[in-house]
């Protein structure tokens, strides 16, 4: 199974193409990843994005980081 988002492109952070999720709620919703859990990391999305958290799939090497998911607000799991 592969990475839902991943546009395989080695030179952009695929920014132009994720999951934008706006109601997600903790004790309802889940999301599923593929692979670890160590293989994707939560940090503050870039100036292009709307502000919130973000689900990046942690590239190799200098490869930029792939965007997977964003929120629109911080979630209080984190």
Same mark, same amino acid.
Do not use: C, H
């Given at each position: 199974? =592969? ?7 080695? !030179?952009?952070? +695929?920014?132009?193409? /994720?999951?934008? %999720? *706006?109601?997600?709620? #903790? ?7 593929? &692979?670890?859990? +160590?293989? /994707?990391?939560?940090?503050? *999305?870039?100036?292009?994005?709307? !502000? =919130? %958290? ?5 590239? #190799? &090497? ?6 997977? $998911?964003? $929120?629109?607000?911080?979630? #209080?799991?984190?």
């Amino acid at each position: 199974m =592969g990475v839902l988002y991943d546009d395989q492109n080695t !030179t952009n952070d +695929g920014s132009k193409e /994720y999951a934008l %999720i *706006t109601d997600f709620n #903790p004790n309802q919703d889940v999301i599923q990843l593929a &692979g670890q859990q +160590g293989n /994707y990391i939560l940090k503050p *999305t870039n100036a292009e994005l709307p !502000t =919130g %958290i973000a689900i990046y799939l942690d590239k #190799p &090497g200098n490869e930029p980081d792939e965007l997977v $998911r964003s $929120r629109l607000e911080s979630p #209080p799991w984190i």
